[in-house]
């Protein structure tokens, strides 16, 4: 039998909190799950630095993947089987790329793609095509397989209907990761109708539409899905632990260039702060090792490395006053440059954070970010974009909003055993006193 | 004011998935959620190895030490409060106990203890009385407080009431622990109405009774904590990954002593492998630290040390075979003999493992052992043991459940590239074939 | 002890699946429950026709009536206490009218309201302060105090605080019944974090305010209400019924009026038909009675009646199709001719019926239907309409939204043994062939 | 195409609570649920007067009914479906007699049928082989299908695998119940893995056996059932209701057959006193007409029963005592005397009620309520009936709790406005003073 037809002889299941079961039949499913490069998403976290503000949220991408398969594996057996419009030779190809979509995400992705200026889709891309074992599994199936996988997570595939079922405005790694990240946290926004939506799901030729009698189910979504952002996603506090973690790395990279002695020696690093890491040196990297330098760093001489590393590591965060960048560039220069005068370098310790995000958008043909709207199927068999048969989502459609915070260390701040005068200038500033 | 009566000027509020919001209004909690040694439970898991089995299981003592506190704190505040057996001066004794009752567990405390011949109450009560943050915290409530949380964990308090809430047959540690690690590996287990045992609950001098009208409620209980035991905690996929991680440790722990040269040095394992560690090292482990040496381990000259560690990081377990010790330890000699034959090593590939426990037990004063029963409150006032009154109890009451299992790499037996006999002879006996 | 301050010597509790529990210790409440008009309400549904199209919406407005107490009871005992701007003298008259504000609701109100020109406000009054188990109660709190809990009720109490507990775009019983709906239908839309709010509510003088970090648990709540209107309460196969039913009770008062000759004489409708209800007549109308008679009248002769009850009784509904009344009145009256030449009565069987709703309205002073809209409580103090803070709330402020259907018995007209022909332009006029 | 397989164009879903959706494909389903028969259990409540303890419960028959097809659906369409030892033909005689099973319910079933001598399998038989709708449906499938339907509603089918998905000790009807009955409680117990049961159920040629990985889950089954039936199914509340509900129907009889002058004159209940009620007037029973009689009579002449329909309507219930009828006979018979001495009829004021249940039990051939007990599927293939493998399930197998409560009206006895000697000696030998 092919390899791509292959079942095992008995189903595995998987207990998930999310979806109850995860089901897995297929034989290459089941060894990519096997791999390294699979098993390294058990120790990196979904959410990054959440947890320091939801407690509950320390569960890793291993766990999300999973649950995007499973979604697209109940569209593909449970919907679209049969369908003339579905091509039964699709299903595996939509179950891989969806299992391993997030693939090439490191540890804190967010704080690491900035500061080392990495892609984790071009890693995702890179372990597909890449001497691995995941590659291995994949080429299998086809000579050619592991390139179409590699060609749907990168939304470059011809084959848009699969795309859409992995990255559009409503795909399956959003169903999972907004339930998901809404269990793990606790927060009780992130509830919406999933199995109603899968049961309207239409694969069309170059994308998967929704039936009409679904429209209120979508719109739940899109209402959790700004929610989510904005309580979970954009807290305050969780961006307060992301801008020290930036931070550190900073100060690691800079301490690097200057030929700084580091007691305990970041060899895990190097290829990152040269700009030159391997494919073998990134897969290694996961949490474990960030934290155990993190650690190791609270000990080291450079005060603000050491200090930083402190605050990460026990949980003591910077502050926040809400900040208006159209208005308030002038105070900020003002800040920056009491804060030298306090002996508080602020190119560590007085940071804007900026989060933007766009509740949903309709199509914007050749606009940077264009994003993949969501089309409804009308009864009369008509396709009409989502926007202009909800009056709900037309109201929020194509609204960006912006939040920008400034942070800081309010210990240090208050700390008045030195330049009193200064700190008092500052919290003056601030509005915190 | 009192330091141990100083409240918050606000409320502080934590999102926990299991009890909705955890509650801190006392100073002195929320000083202590912030010291160094308990945001390190944050890198410590609770059900160590189990997120091998359950991917849901990812989550950290922290989230359970709040649960706990929670509990206990709805306890006094909900429950006892006003009521003359209950002294309100035993409330911040009873919330710091509860808060801190984990405090000094090691990553995967389980196999640790057993390698290393630890005692996590011993580290617990280290920290409480060390030279730690924590114990600055406590110190302030009053000098001789720190040592009175530390006898309440340790059960050598005589506040015997208080002693119950954290350690009894039905206690805020069990009660908190059954319902999120239900929620967290997601299996149906591990409902009970705790919310009506709550209120149910009444104080007496020396230990914390149940109204009789929660007898059902406290069943299901005992039930749902009998089921988790058996589905969760004793999982046999579980106990595999342990038993690879404490082969680990072993591992490393001989190699050291036949002065083999790591690429790797474990500097953070000397203490530990000389049995010598400080209070401060001790805090320093976390999981971050373990698994950056499983990690680089791979990478080992040593075959056995580099395969247990590649096993563990990539979840290659052992397969495992029921095993009856009252019949078949003939046969594990003579799998013994062939294992070595075959060129594997058994001491580290042929493992038996064993688990037991018992769903309820009566008063049984002298046995080792010793568990506080669990009383019922009648209408009367009198007060009956459990079991003499629910025949339900009474039918499972004593009665210990064991279960072995023999543990091996079914691949390196499966390999017949080399001493194909032999292998078959292994197969033959393990009734695998 | 003054009667209102009067406590039961136990709690009690009653098992509520959308609170958990509803805990009640005061005395005139418990008594309140007891009362024959309370336990009337036991007797009528919730959401009266809703369980034809949602089989599990079989819920009473008891079980509502107790839900909305227990928030109510939650907001005074939990967040409200202690507040200089809330006075616990106000605290049983916020609980009585909570538990009341029901209390005059007929079986399937809307319906009866319609033809009989009722209005169940007027009966809540009438049943508070007439010659009644519940006056009986409350009068022993104070002569004036039925005459308070009828004012709080009817919005024309002075103490509006009060009023916007029970009455407001936020009030406890929306919350209530948007959760119960939700949990009994079924529907996942209905839920909103509850407990966030009631945490963030604040007694002000003249209203009830949200603190701003609430605000988007507000928004959640506002969503969730949009959704239950469209998807649960507007559902047009309740309308269906609703339309039946209503055309039912038109029949009766017709043939009535008509000196029809009943088999089942409508003994308990006479006063209904005649407009001259009392009471004691009122208060004995419940559901069971209704249905005894439909069941009764699908015996009867006039062939309208007789069908019209027995599809109520067997749910053997209208169809409907979508009708636009700025354009389709000219076939609406085609419609209606060419039904009576097809011997179908267009009074009957041809209905259009119209729902509409606005998803939140900021102040219109002076308007009819004038909305007590929802305010934020600041960080700094003041006091902000929610629209002018939520952008989501914005986007949709004071757009009404409308929808109209028109029903008709699909059977007959596809019935084609008589007039085939007429039969057949009605479906082409209806576009359903 | 056959009758029996004809698809619907479009699936149908109901919304449930419990199961999500319910799905219905089959035309034979689809027209069953739209007879009159069908649909008249939306007019009796699953749990009779149980709402007046648990106010939630107020959920129909139908819900139930529906429930039980859909479980029954999923085992033959998801779990069944293509196993050897299924035979597909069986398919929809097992759906039809899931979704009937109850059919033959009238209200307040367990009273009317003590009172009256009626057995509610009976009529669910006479329905399906008498001049009905549903008769008529079934019979299109084939003319002797209604037989086969009815024989495995009466377990007398030859067909023993499809009769014990319908009844057995782990049959679709109990799995629906207990959810159901747990979720419109809102009780904690009623929970278990019901998705992994069906998953490891598997047909056998004259029983369906669960597999032995499924042991635990179905353990907590029983555990569920088990608390079920003392928490809420013999709730001592409800079942003084009963009683009331008893004593009501009593009384109407005695009356009756006394001559007695009813002001509203039960023409619905002749043939129900005389014992010769005929399938159309049975069928016409709802809980409707029972309520209006209750109601009416609340203004009979007749004392016993005008003040018995008041307490039912009103929910003014008998209070009761523990009973033990072993030792307590002799008090019974003082109570009684005294009870007449006292003016308060015994026959209807003073009542014995007994409860008693086995929670699981093994098979014991010939004796009386023969239950089919449950069996385990081993991995080597062979069949273990359950409690030979289960310890904790062996501990309870075939013992039986009884409960015995002794009911009366608190109110006549606290009344010393009348006989205040006999009424204290009632109050000091039932020991409630």
Same mark, same amino acid.
Do not use: R
């Given at each position: 039998m092919a390899y791509s037809a292959e079942k095992l002889s008995e189903e595995k299941v998987f207990k998930d909190p999310v979806h109850r079961y995860i089901h897995v039949r297929d034989r290459v499913i089941w060894d990519l799950i096997g791999t390294k490069e699979f098993q390294r998403l058990r120790r990196i976290k979904q959410l990054g630095t959440t947890y320091l503000t939801f407690h509950g949220a320390e569960h890793s991408r291993f766990n999300h993947s999973l649950g995007v398969y499973e979604i697209v594996r109940r569209i593909s057996d449970d919907v679209f089987l049969g369908r003339p419009e579905w091509d039964e030779e699709d299903r595996i190809l939509t179950l891989c790329a969806a299992l391993l979509h997030d693939l090439g995400h490191g540890p804190f992705s967010h704080s690491f793609e900035k500061v080392f200026d990495l892609d984790h889709e071009h890693y995702t891309r890179a372990i597909i095509l890449g001497d691995t074992e995941v590659h291995q599994v994949l080429t299998r $199936?086809?000579?050619d397989f592991p390139q179409k996988v590699a060609d749907v997570i990168a939304k470059t595939s011809k084959n848009k209907l699969v795309v859409s079922l992995i990255s559009?405005?409503?795909d399956a790694d959003r169903m999972d990761y907004l339930q998901r990240d809404a269990y793990f946290t606790g927060?009780?926004?992130?509830?919406?109708d999933m199995e109603r939506i899968l049961r309207v799901m239409r694969p069309r030729e170059d994308q998967v539409v929704i039936k009409q009698s679904g429209m209120h189910a979508v719109e739940d979504y899109i209402m959790s899905r700004y929610q989510m952002y904005w309580q $979970?996603?954009?807290h305050p506090v969780t961006r307060s632990a992301e801008v020290i973690l930036t931070k550190i790395l900073h100060r690691a990279k800079d301490l690097h260039e200057q030929k700084y002695r580091f007691k305990y020696d970041p060899i895990h690093f190097y290829s990152l702060f040269n700009g030159e890491i391997t494919l073998e040196d990134y897969i290694k990297l996961d949490e474990a090792i960030i934290l155990y330098y993190f650690q190791m760093w609270q000990e080291e001489e450079d005060p603000i490395l050491k200090d930083l590393c402190c605050r990460f590591m026990d949980r003591n965060l910077y502050k926040y006053v809400e900040f208006d960048p159209a208005k308030e560039y002038k105070k900020l220069t003002e800040l920056s440059a009491l804060f030298k005068k306090a002996g508080i370098d602020p190119e560590y310790y007085l940071v804007v954070d900026s989060s933007s995000d766009l509740p949903y958008d309709f199509y914007r043909p050749g606009?940077?970010?264009?994003r993949l709207p969501i089309h409804l199927l009308l009864k009369n068999g008509d396709i009409r974009e989502l926007s202009r048969e909800s009056e709900i989502v037309d109201a929020i459609s194509g609204k960006r909003r912006t939040d920008h915070k400034l942070y800081y260390p309010a210990d240090f701040i208050a700390d008045?055993?030195?330049k009193p005068n200064i700190k008092k200038q500052i919290r003056t500033l601030l509005e915190i006193d």
């Open positions: $199936v086809s000579a559009s405005q409503i927060v009780s926004y992130g509830h919406f $979970v996603y954009f606009e940077e970010e264009e008045d055993s030195k």
